[in-house]
């Protein structure tokens, strides 16, 4: 007897062959595919993955980020002359006299920072290679781990240090060595460009070439100088893609911050006395999701680079990834 069915590893009622098994433990655990290089998927897998897992990194960011940015910018307007810190890259440096304010910052700096940090990137990893740490799991790995994120952060200022000197010093070639050039002139806006434009692409270069650092320690447990090392080598050749992606995740974070921070403005410039405290919650509710959503967007720069300089296989990653933790 002719059998005119489907084949024998074909269901009923189906007429094709049945679809290949996931080929990658991500794809098994229903994660997001990986974007490439390319700065509108970044862009669109980032957003999709930070609606999809929104409850568990706004948490996070709610827990570890929020309350500070809340009370730095209440004490930071409600004390004269307190001066919480300046920004130096991913490091916030605590500068001024020692009032409540500095000690926040301190803190901030020295203990928060990096926990979020770890916790953040294991969570953004995780999601990326298709794995779903539970939240106290992320809190006891931030708590773990945070010396060696700090180290990072360490190498990291001392880079960017450094690298303020240079631009320091390029100012000061232009204005001893080439004021004569813009003496007399009737056009000085060329002599702040002469000023400011090689020191700012400089910086912008640097961060660029050193934004994945953090994120490689969780990764793959390269740690201190090596780590910032390694983000430089990954970067290497790719330097227009991923500025491109950092700056445009940039923007987007700065226009949810500009909305939020204008309708702070409204509120704080009638005089109310809660000015202050609205002025620190809108910052905190900007960093709810501008936050995870820049470290969404390095991990899958990291992961892209990965994926172009070397063979990347996802469980293998993944089981490193989990072989890390602590």
Request: hydrophobic share 55%; with cysteine; glycine share 10%.
């Amino acid at each position: 007897m002719v059998n005119n069915g489907p084949p024998p590893d074909v269901p009923a009622g189906t007429t094709g062959p049945i679809p290949p098994p996931p080929s990658s433990v991500s794809e098994a655990a229903g994660a997001l595919p990986g974007p490439p290089l390319d700065v509108p998927a970044i862009l669109q897998w980032a957003w999709r993955t930070y609606l999809s897992r929104a409850a568990g990194l706004i948490t996070l960011t709610l827990l570890l980020v929020a309350p500070v940015a809340t009370l730095s910018g209440a004490l930071g307007g409600n004390q004269a002359g307190a001066s919480p810190g300046f920004s130096l890259g991913v490091l916030v440096l605590p500068v001024g006299e020692p009032t409540l304010a500095l000690w926040v910052a301190v803190l901030d700096v020295l203990v928060l920072q990096p926990i979020y940090l770890v916790a953040i990137y294991r969570l953004t990893s995780g999601v990326y290679l298709g794995d779903s740490p539970g939240f106290a799991f992320l809190l006891r790995q931030g708590v773990r781990r945070f010396p060696s994120m700090l180290l990072i952060n360490v190498w990291l200022a001392i880079a960017f240090l450094a690298v303020g000197a240079i631009a320091t010093a390029i100012v000061l070639f232009v204005v001893l060595f080439m004021g004569t050039v813009f003496s007399g002139s009737d056009r000085p806006e060329w002599a702040v460009i002469a000023l400011v434009v090689p020191s700012f692409f400089i910086v912008l270069y640097f961060f660029t070439r050193l934004q994945v650092s953090n994120a490689i320690y969780i990764v793959e447990d390269t740690r201190g100088r090596a780590a910032v090392g390694r983000s430089w080598l990954l970067t290497q050749g790719r330097f227009w893609r991923c500025l491109g992606v950092f700056v445009s995740a940039a923007f987007l974070g700065g226009v949810v911050n500009f909305a939020l921070g204008a309708v702070a403005g409204r509120v704080t410039g009638i005089g109310l006395a809660e000015g202050n405290i609205l002025t620190g919650a809108a910052v905190a509710l900007g960093q709810l999701f501008t936050a995870p959503f820049m470290a969404l967007v390095t991990t899958a720069v990291l992961f892209a680079a990965r994926a172009e300089s070397e063979p990347l296989d996802h469980a293998s990653a993944l089981a490193a990834l989990r072989a890390h933790d602590r």
